[in-house]
């Protein structure tokens, strides 16, 4: 797609914007909790070919979803009222419009490198550049922020995932050749530098191909349940939760919140222990931490599956320094941190392990730190 290729009966776009995707390097189920992340954006993104209308009509096409463009009334609109991909830009201009912005439709064209249900933010990315086609050229003047904070209630009231805003953050706030340090709870933000190839490391991303839907109740009884446990204790969010009182507290909780409250405890330790390594200049301290997120994930959230686990095992016994399921869970992507002697050699041993165990040939690719949302032409 370029940036001179028609949108509308031939008519140039009035601009075309990138929003990039992301891998979560630690902070996992940490956002809805007012907690730590940790995550990086990647090259690959949802781009979107942008000219106004001023007949209240939103024309949207997709290259990936093939056929013919989706037509809807902006006035129409209305949450669960879309169904398949269109409900992402619809709910950004939705939530304008409830927000108090007097925009009205647009034709979009959307062509996105980011893989669908894979647990790369392939939504929010989408969500993402069209919130930042619109600022641009409705002059809104929104910040960075401003446009996740948008985003995010566009996934949550119109589409209707309880989802935090990581997401959402990492891909209008990266920078490039950064992680993004994000306290989900004021948005406070700190770029920390992530010199991988300096560092003589990589970062694989492994997509099994299994595809997660984190609208299908499972992410928002997760929630739930942890809102449930922060109100037991008495706190604002488990992210208010000391790690020294952790047994204590745990103590004071039914059964079935014990789990996924300790997962969130130790994984905002987790993500603090890694930025003290970060600004030390030591990546590699990395591995470790990723495979103990990974366990806590997998045995006390419950998030994980065998792929992502068979993929996290091989990829460790490989050779990798460490290898977690990044993303809601329930498929998706595993990272892992190689150093890039052993690359090769860690994707080939996943891809093997796959094909033996009967299932589907993963995608892998490296991730490296890109930039978030802006206009590119």
């Not at 096409?61 to 209305?78: I, R, T, W």
């Not at 709870?185 to 299994?210: E, K, M, S």
Request: with cysteine; proline share 5%; hydrophobic share 45%.
């Amino acid at each position: 797609m370029t940036d001179a290729q028609s949108v509308r009966d031939g008519a140039a776009p009035a601009g075309v914007w990138a929003a990039p995707g992301r891998v979560n390097l630690i902070g996992e189920h940490t956002d809805y909790n007012d907690g730590f992340v940790l995550p990086v954006a990647l090259p690959q993104a949802a781009r979107a070919d942008v000219r106004l209308r001023t007949d209240g009509l939103l024309r949207l096409h997709s290259e990936q979803a093939g056929g013919g463009p989706v037509e809807l009334a902006v006035a129409d609109l209305v949450p669960g009222g879309v169904d398949g991909w269109a409900k992402y830009p619809a709910a950004v201009v939705w939530t304008l419009r409830a927000a108090g912005y007097g925009v009205g439709g647009a034709d979009v064209r959307i062509d996105s490198s980011v893989p669908t249900g894979a647990g790369l933010s392939s939504s929010a990315a989408i969500e993402c550049v069209v919130a930042t086609a619109y600022n641009d050229l409705h002059g809104l003047g929104l910040d960075g922020p401003a446009l996740a904070r948008l985003a995010q209630r566009a996934e949550n009231e119109f589409v209707g995932v309880p989802c935090g805003i990581m997401d959402q953050m990492a891909s209008v706030c990266c920078t490039e050749g950064n992680a993004l340090f994000l306290d989900t709870r004021d948005l406070a933000q700190r770029q920390v530098p992530l010199d991988l190839a300096g560092a003589g490391l990589r970062l694989l991303v492994i997509d099994t191909r299994v595809k997660h839907d984190l609208a299908d109740g499972a992410y928002a009884e997760l929630r739930a349940g942890c809102e449930r446990a922060a109100a037991l204790l008495g706190l604002p969010a488990l992210r208010d939760l000391d790690p020294a009182g952790l047994a204590a507290a745990l103590e004071r909780l039914p059964a079935e919140l014990r789990p996924p409250v300790r997962h969130v405890v130790t994984e905002n330790a987790r993500v603090r222990e890694a930025i003290a390594h970060l600004d030390l200049g030591d990546l590699a301290a990395l591995g470790p931490i990723l495979t103990a997120g990974h366990a806590s994930l997998r045995d006390d959230y419950e998030v994980s599956c065998p792929e992502t686990d068979l993929a996290v095992d091989t990829a460790v016994a490989a050779g990798a320094l460490g290898a977690r399921m990044t993303g809601g869970g329930f498929g998706g992507s595993v990272i892992a941190l190689t150093a890039a002697d052993t690359l090769d050699a860690v994707a080939a041993a996943v891809t093997t392990a796959f094909t033996d165990a009967g299932y589907a040939a993963p995608r892998t690719f490296t991730a490296v730190p890109a930039r978030g949302a802006h206009r590119i032409g």
